[in-house]
């Protein structure tokens, strides 16, 4: 709890918040919250009536917060409706369920992390945690979609994944799925067959988010949104991942087949004598800029005369630079990872994965084997 809200009061008093902050900062209040009932339910009082639905329900909130942290860092618009309608599904279910119990003239009562329903406990009593169940496994695979199909994007605007590919938010949504089913599995095995103490059980969900929020609050604090909005819609309209579609949009571009082998000419005599690929950074606006050519046009030519994506277009120069670079007498006092750098790559280990596949071997292999 501590640690938590620690991270949450940094990030409260952070300058220059983007829209993304709010999402993730709500998260961590939400999650805090979750923590909070767990420990005051097992280890010191209950909690009755609207509060306990209340505060039971919270998953319904986080998972959205979560989804919408999510968008906002790949470039999605979040409009007034959209969160709305993420974040109604958790006000609608504390209503539901305060008017089931008024209507059937009962106090629910959460006690060890749960509501325990009795002999004379209306049905309901026995699903109140489905929507909970069903929330955390739709937004667990709609968070992944997402990400999965934000990674295949990146490809087409940088030349570069190092610290835009979001893999760290991936460990969280799988763990979040695997804290699902291992709850479900903990509570099934409490109820069912006695194995252990429920109590027990929800202490585990306590502990195991309280981790998950230290490991997400260290990197979410740092992370930036990848694209702006703008950037999204933009590369949503010209670099779709559906083939089909991209090929019907490049033939209503304008570029004759003539003008496409002239513009290819044209950057790679660009790619070969100024090197842009030597910048670390390199994005497909700044390459449009650099060689004046268009945006969707430079786009377009990578993709249909090279057939590549922009990350493979610009890394394979990168690893040719290299390849040259390890074998010249002028680059013999630095080092294979010195040369890496100096190339354009961001990391040691996108270097080799990259090295090794346009090359067949590793980057020590290429520079000790025989010219």
Same mark, same amino acid.
């Not at 026995?126 to 667990?140: D, K, W």
């Not at 990350?311 to 390849?323: H, T």
């Given at each position: 709890?501590?640690?938590?809200?620690?991270?949450?009061?940094?990030?409260?008093?952070?300058?220059?918040?983007?829209?993304?902050?709010?999402?993730?900062?709500?998260?961590?209040?939400?999650?805090?919250?979750?923590?909070?009932?767990?420990?005051?339910?097992? %280890?010191?009082?209950?909690?009755?009536?609207?509060? !306990?639905?209340?505060?039971?329900?919270?998953?319904?909130?986080?998972?959205p917060m979560l989804f919408?942290?999510?968008?906002?860092?790949? @470039?999605?618009?979040?409009?007034?409706?959209?969160?709305?309608? +993420?974040?109604?599904?958790?006000?609608? %279910?504390?209503?539901?369920?305060?008017?089931?119990?008024?209507?059937?003239?009962?106090?629910?009562?959460?006690?060890?992390?749960?509501?325990?329903?009795?002999?004379?406990?209306?049905?309901?009593?026995? +699903?109140?945690?489905?929507? #909970?169940?069903?929330? @955390?496994?739709?937004?667990?695979?709609?968070?992944?979609?997402?990400?999965?199909?934000?990674?295949?994007?990146?490809?087409? &605007?940088?030349?570069f994944e190092e610290r835009?590919?979001?893999?760290?938010?991936?460990?969280?949504?799988?763990?979040?799925?695997?804290?699902?089913?291992?709850?479900?599995?903990?509570?099934?095995?409490?109820?069912q067959f006695q194995l252990?103490?429920?109590?027990? !059980?929800? !202490?585990?969900?306590?502990?195991?988010?309280?981790?998950?929020?230290? *490991?997400?609050? &260290?990197?979410?604090?740092?992370?930036?949104?990848?694209?702006?909005?703008?950037?999204?819609?933009? #590369?949503?309209?010209?670099?779709?991942?559906?083939?089909?579609?991209?090929?019907?949009?490049?033939?209503?571009? @304008?570029?004759?087949?003539?003008?496409?082998?002239?513009?290819? +000419?044209?950057?790679?005599?660009?790619?070969?004598?100024?090197?842009?690929?030597?910048?670390?950074?390199?994005? #497909?606006?700044?390459?449009?800029?650099?060689?004046?050519?268009?945006?969707?046009?430079?786009?377009?030519?990578?993709?249909?005369?090279?057939?590549?994506?922009?990350?493979?277009?610009?890394?394979?120069?990168?690893?040719?630079?290299?390849?040259?670079?390890?074998?010249?007498?002028?680059?013999?006092?630095?080092?294979?990872? @010195?040369? *890496? &750098?100096?190339?354009?790559?961001?990391?040691?280990?996108?270097?080799?994965? %990259?090295?090794?596949?346009?090359?067949?071997?590793?980057?020590?292999?290429?520079?000790?084997?025989?010219?």
């Amino acid at each position: 709890m501590g640690v938590g809200t620690l991270m949450f009061l940094l990030l409260l008093f952070k300058r220059n918040k983007k829209q993304g902050d709010f999402y993730f900062l709500g998260w961590i209040l939400v999650t805090l919250g979750q923590i909070a009932f767990y420990e005051v339910t097992i %280890y010191r009082f209950a909690i009755e009536g609207f509060l !306990a639905i209340v505060v039971f329900g919270l998953p319904l909130l986080g998972a959205p917060m979560l989804f919408l942290y999510i968008q906002s860092l790949t @470039g999605h618009l979040i409009t007034p409706k959209l969160l709305i309608t +993420h974040l109604g599904v958790y006000v609608a %279910y504390v209503l539901l369920f305060f008017a089931l119990q008024q209507k059937d003239d009962i106090t629910l009562i959460a006690i060890n992390g749960f509501f325990e329903p009795t002999a004379q406990s209306p049905w309901w009593m026995y +699903h109140y945690a489905v929507p #909970l169940a069903i929330s @955390g496994l739709v937004y667990c695979t709609w968070d992944l979609v997402l990400l999965n199909t934000h990674r295949k994007r990146i490809r087409d &605007f940088f030349s570069f994944e190092e610290r835009i590919n979001l893999k760290w938010v991936s460990y969280v949504v799988n763990s979040y799925f695997m804290l699902f089913l291992s709850t479900s599995f903990l509570v099934f095995g409490a109820v069912q067959f006695q194995l252990f103490p429920i109590e027990k !059980a929800f !202490a585990f969900v306590a502990i195991c988010l309280s981790f998950m929020m230290i *490991a997400f609050g &260290f990197y979410g604090f740092r992370q930036t949104a990848v694209f702006s909005n703008r950037e999204f819609q933009q #590369l949503t309209s010209s670099n779709s991942v559906d083939t089909t579609a991209r090929k019907a949009s490049y033939s209503k571009s @304008g570029l004759t087949p003539e003008k496409v082998k002239s513009l290819a +000419h044209r950057l790679k005599t660009y790619m070969e004598t100024e090197k842009p690929f030597l910048n670390e950074d390199l994005s #497909l606006p700044l390459l449009a800029e650099q060689s004046e050519i268009s945006r969707p046009y430079l786009s377009q030519i990578i993709n249909q005369e090279y057939q590549m994506n922009f990350y493979d277009f610009v890394n394979r120069y990168r690893v040719e630079e290299a390849k040259e670079r390890l074998i010249s007498e002028d680059h013999k006092h630095l080092s294979v990872l @010195g040369i *890496a &750098f100096d190339c354009g790559f961001k990391s040691k280990s996108s270097f080799n994965r %990259y090295f090794k596949k346009y090359s067949g071997v590793s980057p020590s292999e290429f520079k000790n084997q025989p010219q």
